[in-house]
């Protein structure tokens, strides 16, 4: 039974971790980044604030967390278009594609996160680990265009 339990745990941490972001989406899109608070984002879920601490420690942490969801599943599609067999003109291509309809799909916490100077501070680490990805992605790209 212990292993079915370890399951449901999962399975939970999953949903509340899917309410977080919800509500700090929400809070971040009604107060900024200014107005980002542990409390907005807790009452945002539904939680008291002591229960979002057992999932986040602090501001940075949750943002974080959104930065992630955000950008993580863009650099998988990313990755899948790299290793597919086409041309590299045709990758270029289809990450350039990729890349104006994410940020489309996302310009309002894609301002919040890469424009707003208090996040940026807050994201430092994370954006670096971003843009050695997409380098290291684009890099690939054009060492293929130039073998072909």
């Given amino acids: 039974m212990p292993r079915l339990t370890a399951i449901r745990k999962q399975a939970l941490d999953g949903i509340m971790k899917e309410a977080l972001f919800e509500a700090t989406i929400a809070a971040l899109s009604a107060h900024g980044v200014d107005g980002l608070t542990m409390d907005r984002v807790a ?4 939680i008291a604030k002591g229960s979002l601490y057992r999932y986040f420690r602090s501001k940075q942490e949750l943002l974080e967390f959104v930065y992630g969801k955000i ?5 998988r599609q990313m990755d899948e278009v790299l290793a597919a067999p086409l041309p590299a003109a045709e990758k270029l291509s289809r990450q350039l594609e990729m890349l104006l309809e994410h940020v489309a799909k996302h310009a309002e916490i894609h301002k919040l996160l890469f424009e707003d100077e208090a996040v940026r501070g807050l994201l430092q680490s994370s954006e670096r680990r971003s843009f050695e990805a997409a380098s290291r992605q684009m890099a690939g790209v054009f060492r293929q265009g130039i073998d072909e």
């Fill in 43 to 46: 009452a945002g879920a539904g």
């Fill in 71 to 75: 950008v993580d599943p863009f650099f």
